[in-house]
């Protein structure tokens, strides 16, 4: 007796491997089928894996900027439109210009608030170090060679220049431009005296 039903589970266990193996065969043939999913897209479409890597590995430089337009000015790019910022105002070098023997600086001035600004005699000195002092202190409508002082309304820029007098011509670059000025915060002038202080701007470019 227990030998006919030792013979009975043996087939039986032959009979579940056999349906075991049939359905492990017919899975793994079809298993794209039955498993959409799992199969990866880089077969299917390499173009969109390797576009994805380039844009990843685009270098930060390699976007589009804007600069700033010299061609009016004659300077090399990076000094027109320089800026020399203070707790104030806002200082931008327009450009540095040659007449003969003579150099003019000019600037926009712009106040963060209400302010009288006077500038003063100021000076330069170009690259074989010699020193110059301005000639002429031009801000706004006036000009002088002692100082002009000048009511500044918040964010409302205004011109200015200092004018250099005996230049070489063999001269094209200041090594320093130094603007001296004073100033007194408020919308009324209350006759305080002022303290003195620079912005200094190196390398400036000479046109002509």
Same mark, same amino acid.
């Given at each position: 007796?227990?030998?006919?039903?030792?013979?009975?589970?043996?087939?039986?266990?032959?009979?579940?491997?056999?349906?075991?193996?049939?359905?492990?065969?017919?899975?793994?043939?079809?298993?794209?089928?039955?498993?959409?999913?799992?199969?990866?897209?880089?077969?299917?479409?390499?173009?969109?894996?390797?576009?994805?890597?380039?844009?990843?590995?685009?270098?930060?430089?390699?976007?589009?900027?804007?600069?700033?337009?010299?061609?009016?000015?004659?300077? #090399?790019?990076?000094?027109?439109?320089?800026?020399?910022?203070?707790?104030?105002?806002?200082?931008?070098?327009?450009?540095?210009?040659?007449?003969?023997?003579?150099?003019?600086?000019?600037?926009?001035? =712009?106040?963060? =608030?209400?302010?009288?600004?006077?500038?003063? #005699?100021?000076?330069?000195?170009?690259?074989?170090?010699?020193?110059?002092?301005?000639?002429?202190?031009?801000?706004?409508? =006036?000009?002088?060679?002692?100082?002009?002082?000048?009511?500044?309304?918040?964010?409302?820029?205004?011109?200015?220049?200092?004018?250099?007098?005996?230049?070489?011509?063999?001269?094209?670059?200041?090594?320093?431009?130094?603007?001296?000025?004073?100033?007194?915060?408020?919308?009324?002038?209350?006759?305080?005296?002022?303290?003195?202080?620079?912005?200094?701007?190196?390398?400036?470019?000479?046109?002509?």
């Amino acid at each position: 007796m227990s030998s006919k039903n030792e013979s009975n589970g043996v087939k039986v266990l032959i009979a579940v491997i056999t349906v075991i193996g049939t359905l492990g065969a017919a899975a793994f043939a079809n298993w794209e089928n039955l498993f959409p999913d799992k199969v990866s897209s880089s077969s299917e479409n390499p173009e969109l894996i390797s576009s994805d890597i380039a844009e990843l590995e685009e270098p930060a430089d390699s976007k589009d900027t804007q600069s700033l337009d010299t061609s009016d000015t004659g300077l #090399p790019e990076g000094d027109m439109g320089r800026q020399l910022e203070t707790e104030s105002f806002i200082v931008t070098l327009q450009d540095c210009k040659r007449d003969v023997s003579n150099i003019r600086c000019n600037f926009l001035i =712009e106040s963060k =608030e209400d302010m009288w600004l006077a500038l003063r #005699p100021s000076r330069a000195i170009d690259v074989s170090g010699d020193e110059y002092e301005s000639s002429l202190i031009t801000f706004g409508s =006036e000009e002088n060679s002692v100082g002009v002082n000048k009511q500044l309304l918040e964010g409302v820029p205004i011109k200015a220049s200092l004018k250099f007098d005996n230049f070489s011509e063999e001269i094209s670059q200041l090594a320093i431009l130094q603007v001296v000025y004073s100033f007194q915060l408020g919308a009324e002038w209350t006759g305080m005296p002022y303290a003195t202080e620079f912005v200094r701007l190196s390398d400036v470019s000479i046109s002509r």
